[in-house]
């Protein structure tokens, strides 16, 4: 599989209460160019919903994101995750991601913890709350001194400011939820969200 950074410029991050609605909002997603998909740990219907996804819509990637525990990793590569998202990360959530085998992004707000990450290898990361934590001008600011590291910012990013962080060299896609509008979803207005993810998959630096 290519980087999860290079699929799209956009990752939608999905939370599903009703695994019902995965195939259907996966396809939508797909159809409009988003084919990188990362349907986040928040709901009982989370591994449901990723295995329906793997299972349905082939023509998705689909990723497991709010992965904050060791045993989430194991769970949601068994359900058909093909990539991990974290908010953060601590040693022994790196080694069980590491473990898969599968891509992943640990979670990075601060200089310390991209270095860190670094030392052990890992030059892909998330970088969140990306807006509260320093935005467009903090990632900036690392790409001197870090040139190999690369992120997936996440976090406060709207359509308007995608743009400025697609611009960034250092920054491969972001992540959002702006084509997932609650009430699009909860009026199950899949042709809605087939036409914002169409939106943000013309995005480009």
């Known amino acids: 599989m290519t980087s999860v ?11 599903i209460k009703d695994a019902d609605d995965a195939v259907p909002l996966a396809r939508a997603l797909v159809a409009g160019g988003l084919t990188a998909i990362e349907v986040t740990l928040r709901t ?9 996804i793997a299972t349905e819509v082939p023509e998705a990637v689909v990723g497991a994101g709010t992965v904050v525990a060791a045993e989430h990793a194991e ?27 599968v ?4 979670g990075v707000s601060t200089t310390s913890e991209v270095v860190a990450l ?3 290898g890992v030059e892909e990361m998330k970088f969140f709350p990306a807006e509260a934590a320093g935005g467009t001008a903090y990632l900036k600011s690392l790409a001197g001194p870090l040139p190999q ?11 308007a400011s995608a743009p400025a962080y697609l611009a960034l060299p250092n ?14 979803l909860a009026a199950k207005n899949w042709d809605r969200v087939r036409t914002l993810a169409a939106e943000a998959a013309s995005l480009r630096a």
């Open 75 to 101: 769970a949601a590569v068994s359900a058909g995750a093909r990539f991990l998202v974290s908010p953060g990360w601590t040693e022994r959530l790196l080694g069980a991601m590491r473990g898969t085998g």
């Open 103 to 106: 891509p992943f992004l640990p």
């Open 149 to 159: 590291a690369r992120f997936c910012p996440t976090g406060g990013i709207s359509l």
């Open 5 to 15: 950074l290079d699929l799209a410029p956009v990752v939608p991050v999905v939370v």
């Open 44 to 52: 009982p219907a989370a591994l449901d919903a990723i295995r329906a």
């Open 171 to 184: 920054v491969g896609c972001v992540g959002g939820t702006w084509m997932l509008p609650a009430d699009a």
């Open 118 to 120: 670094l030392e052990r």
